[in-house]
């Protein structure tokens, strides 16, 4: 599976942006897709899950993110609201991938997308 991550880019605080993440290629089925993001000198976290049980939410983004899916389109999408300068970051996507059947679950990260949150 390639995983394709779209929609960063530079917005003023505040402000709003969407990020796609769409999975191409040869495989079973999608399980969970996830956003996590990296800003520089930090560890990767995680922004949101979305699975068959529902949604979660880092503490930093939680009021002002929200996660969907479209699974006819093998597809997640991040809602960025009320942008702040600390969400500055290259955001991933990851998902659980099963290539078979019976197959356990891969994780595939796609390439990030940078968010630049600045005046």
């Known amino acids: 599976v390639q995983l394709q991550a779209s929609g960063g880019g530079l917005v003023q605080p505040g402000g709003s942006l969407r990020l796609s993440c769409e999975a191409t290629?040869?495989?079973?089925?999608?399980?969970?897709m996830n956003w996590y993001r990296q800003a520089p000198g930090k560890q990767r976290e995680l922004v949101a899950t979305i699975a068959d049980d529902g949604t979660n939410y880092g503490d930093s983004v939680k009021g002002r993110f929200t996660i969907s899916r479209d699974n006819a389109k093998d597809r997640a999408y991040l809602q960025m609201n009320n942008l702040k300068p600390d969400d500055t970051a290259t955001y991933y996507c990851l998902a659980y991938v099963r290539y078979g059947a019976g197959s356990h679950y891969t994780r595939e990260w796609g390439q990030g997308t940078l968010v630049t949150v600045s005046s």
């Open positions: 290629g040869m495989f079973f089925s999608i399980g969970s």
